[in-house]
């Protein structure tokens, strides 16, 4: 069964201190991992989709990487308008479904 | 413009009642989610439809019954309700099925 971790479970970061968000999977195949941003009562927000191993993307400061086991979501500088729940999820080949993780909580305190 | 709208946002009802949650895209994608978040912020998918036909039908009880009268709409309509089916629903689009998806704002039910 597809399966998705993410640690830790709650971030308090500083403004302008740099971490890491991780996102183990295991999966029948990867078609894809994606990374959502949830800020409170409102859906997920697409940020990124990587596809293989050794894929990077970028986009403010946030970097996502991703490898044969797990993907990091790197935070460089942060921000508090940052602070969200960060969902990690999988698409197996041959699969229209998302499996995700039960999120990061991020909090960049000024 | 809203690209996936649901209504209503919130819904409180007493159990044993029957309600029916609507979602509409915009984004002229042709398949749609409803998926599941539970107290613990869990994310699951309950179903999926593409071009007005069930493709994901996971393991849901038969009270919660999915009707899409067109590919931009995708209603969801749960009999009996109980206790344990207070979460927050959210709707999903996207395109093929392999594109990312895009999510409403969620309609969080509470049985009392």
């Known amino acids: 069964e597809d399966q998705v971790t993410q640690s830790p479970e709650a971030l308090r970061l500083q403004e302008g201190e740099s971490s890491s968000l991780n996102c183990s999977y295991t999966v029948s195949g990867l078609r894809g991992l994606f990374w959502y941003r949830q800020d409170p009562g409102k859906g997920p927000e697409f940020l990124f989709t990587l596809y293989s191993a050794g894929e990077e993307k970028e986009k403010e400061r946030l970097k996502a990487t991703l490898t044969k086991k797990e993907s990091f979501l790197h935070i460089t500088a942060p921000k508090p308008e940052d602070s969200a729940t960060y969902l990690c999820?999988?698409?197996?080949?041959?699969?229209?479904?998302?499996?995700f993780g039960k999120g990061t909580k991020l909090t960049v305190n000024p | 413009d809203t690209a996936v709208s649901q209504t209503p946002k919130y819904l409180v009802t007493q159990m044993g009642n029957d309600k029916s949650i609507k979602c509409e895209q915009n984004?002229?994608?042709?398949?749609m989610y409803w998926y599941k978040q539970d107290s613990k912020k869990f994310l699951k998918i309950m179903f999926s439809y593409n071009n007005k036909e069930l493709i994901i039908n996971e393991t849901v009880p038969n009270r919660f019954s999915p009707k899409s009268p067109d590919k931009a709409h995708l209603n969801l309509h749960i009999n009996s309700l109980e206790l344990g089916d207070s979460a927050v629903y959210f709707c999903a689009s996207s395109q093929d099925g392999e594109r990312p998806l895009h999510f409403g704002n969620g309609t969080r039910l509470t049985v009392t």
């Open positions: 984004l002229g994608h042709d398949t």
């Open positions: 999820a999988v698409q197996a080949n041959g699969s229209e479904k998302l499996v």
